[in-house]
T-cell receptor, first 114, second 111 residues
Framework: GAVVSQHPSRVICKSGTSVKIECRSL??????MFWYRQFPKKSLMLMAT?????????EQGVEKDKFLINHASLTLSTLTVTSAHPEDSSFYIC??????????FGPGTRLTVT | QQPVQSPQAVILREGEDAVINCSSS?????VHWYRQKHGEAPVFLMILLKGGEQKGHEKISASFNEKKQQSSLYLTASQLSYSGTYFC????????????FGKGTKLTVNP
């Protein structure tokens, strides 16, 4: 299957700071990238959908000013958690897909806000 | 709307079979199946696009009944490596490409 990387894999930050997470599709050009959040032992919750060169589409209840998404190219999307708070601590996972086919997930980023 | 998965959990002995079901109240374009191991990202298993289509991947296969908006994942002669949480993700016919995931089914395969 296709390879999607995420960086960093783990990050610990202080409350009030911002954290950027990168998602790259390494061996294909993704038409769409998705950002998910997952709490322990829970399902994947879609946060936003992003297409290269256009603004991300956020799911209801997700603050777009807090979770900034930039999809700079067909292989790179970034999620910035701004002014992070402890309740933002979670497992963030990106996925990439091509033309409504299967989504390939990155390895995830575990964010801990102290 | 989130699809409903059943059962929530299942425990097997190596070599036994299991069926995991996924049901939606919306008309579906596709159903995707993933397996996630603890602390790792979900791994793609298969995608089903047509009504009544069945796909297979070694000892793991799935069916999709478009009319009933249901999909089932069949695990035969289970192996220890099959342990994990299985999620179905459904895409509705609106063409959004978005997947809505069920709550997952935790499968444990014991020796």
């Amino acid at each position: 299957g296709a390879v999607v990387s995420q960086h960093p894999s783990r990050v610990i930050c202080k409350s009030g700071t911002s954290v950027k997470i990168e998602c790259r599709s390494l061996d294909f050009q993704a038409t769409t990238m998705f950002w998910y959040r997952q709490f322990p032992k829970k399902s994947l919750m879609l946060m936003a959908t992003s297409n290269e060169g256009s603004k991300a589409t956020y799911e209801q209840g997700v603050e777009k000013d807090k979770f900034l998404i930039n999809h700079a190219s067909l292989t790179l999307s970034t999620l910035t958690v701004t002014s992070a708070h402890p309740e933002d601590s979670s497992f963030y996972i990106c996925s990439s897909s091509v033309l409504r086919n299967e989504q390939y997930f990155g390895p995830g980023t575990r964010l801990t806000v102290t | 709307q989130q699809p409903v998965q059943s059962p929530q959990a299942v425990i097997l002995r190596e070599g036994e079979d299991a069926v995991i079901n996924c049901s939606s109240s919306k008309a579906l374009y596709s159903v995707h199946w993933y397996r996630q191991k603890h602390g790792e990202a979900p791994v793609f298993l298969m995608i089903l696009l047509k009504g009544g289509e069945q796909k297979g991947h070694e000892k793991i296969s799935a069916s999709f009944n478009e009319k009933k908006q249901q999909s089932s994942l069949y695990l035969t002669a289970s192996q220890l490596s099959y342990s994990g949480t299985y999620f179905c993700g459904t895409e509705d016919q609106g063409g959004s490409e978005k997947l809505v995931f069920g709550k997952g089914t935790k499968l444990t395969v014991n020796p």
